[in-house]
């Protein structure tokens, strides 16, 4: 009698665990494991190498760290420039004014597509001989600045950036405004009666009260933008030369160009030990600020 | 003095600024994809010099073109085959789950609620090579089975915690009504409980349907048969092809990019709702 509600219980949760065993708790466990072995991926034997995989990932593999640092390269740009710009927004909605709710519709439809979508239509407008940046800037006369923005080693990175920040930004402002609009209008009047003028408000009421949703936005901005990799094979797929690699492109390429699936777990597991330690640090820094 | 007329000014004066700065990276969010379509509508010979976002005559059989030679025509339906079975797989799954989480009680319920919030938490950013090993030794790669799989899966934390949050806030008295009445379990899950859910399941939903509509790691991993891929991989499979068939490709990727930005607009309240508490989980 009292086995059987209990195993009645269990059928609800059964398709669940067993999909999420199958294909989320199996290839967890196998990342740790494969992460020790050579092993190409095909052959039915693997050679344990124990932490060898590690040692040269952080000891040689200086394409890997390069890729690394593109990837915080996109993200310092995406923490200043996108996350500026969408509070700026966010503050510009967050009062009375008209056509509030277009303004939100357009700036979440970057969002909404796909990375595959904004990189090839960006790549086109991009384009170096028949694109229709270069076209504009040829009319402005500025043809000096015309170039191959994907293709030339010293634009790729930061041109990869923009278009990121370009399709990333409504996140941000959504939750910025989300956030705004939950600050009472009271104590803005409160503060304009004591004689406060807008910048004092701004810096005495909308930021203190706004720091647990700049480091929210933070900490996802961060842990997105690393990850990020679609865009890019969208765009640029790591060149020219590795100008533009990131760090999920070097597991991609380990696995599917050189056939080496415990590196490429190796370097999944090391870069997933270091995003954890961003969010940890960043969760303990913001604690830190609110209570300071 | 400072008359009112000055303040009044003044005020008129940061609206219009407000506004024009607004509405530019209104225009900078629109343009991309008005040019889009505009190179879309463009031939072969006019698309490398015609720069005007009006085209000279339209060519509305790129289209046509690229539904039926390009293949995505067939990709379409790909990709709308595997949104609707993954949303449903989720939608049946999850509430299943998130039920049993809310309501029932069984031995090792908070620990097995516990593993599938961690799952959400902890970042795996190269999970797709293991998986790309087990697929292939179950001999699911390269089928739609697979992939339908994968991305239920994919999709299951956020579900289920959507879903649990809600049914916690369900009085129960209803659910009690209908056991009284001698309804079994399931019973009351599909008749009371799937029912009363529909605001957040239309979030799951819509949200889900985005996820997998827009998704591509997986799609490259898993198919190597054309016939199969949905529209994202295609898209790139296209382009590695017919690196300079610029008119088709926007063609292809209109197609791929209106459906979702249709479902935006009809659906942008259970979109914001959705991504809200997403942001607010992580």
Known sequence: MRIKPAFENYLFVLPAAAIFAVFYIIPFIWVFQLGLYSWDGILPTKAFVGLSNFKEIILQDKIWWGAMLNAGYITLIALTFQNALAFLLAWACDREIRMKNFYRLIFFIPPVLSEIVVGLVWQWILDGNYGLLNNWLGQLGLSNLVRNWLSDPNTALTTVAIVHCWKGFGWGFLIFLAGLQTIPREFYEAARVDGANAWVCFRKVTMPLMVPVVVLVAILTILGTMQGFVLIIAMTDGGPAYHTQVPVLRILAAMRGSSRFGYACAQSITFGAILMTISFIQYRFSRYARQA | ????????????????????????????CLFPLLWMVSSSLKTQQTIFKDMSFIPHGFHFENYYLAWQQGGFGRYFLNSIFYTVSVVSGIVIVASLAAYAFSRLRFPGKNVLFFIFMAAMMIPVPGSFVPLYVLLNKLHLRDTAFGYILCMINVGLSMSIFLLKTFFDKLPRELEDAARIDGSSKFGVWWHVAMPLARPVLAVVVVF?????????????????????????????????????????LMAGLTITALPIILVYMLMQKYIVKGISSGAVLS
């Open chain 2, 1 to 28: 003095m400072r008359t009112r007329l000055y303040y009044r000014a003044k005020k008129t004066a940061i609206n219009i600024l407000i506004h024009a700065f607004l509405i530019s990276v209104a225009v900078t």
């Open chain 2, 208 to 248: 889900n349907a985005l996820n997998v509509w827009n998704e591509y790691v997986l799609a490259m991993i898993i198919f190597d048969t054309k016939s199969l891929m949905p529209l994202q991989r295609a898209l790139m499979v296209f382009q590695g092809e017919f690196l300079t068939n610029y008119p088709l």
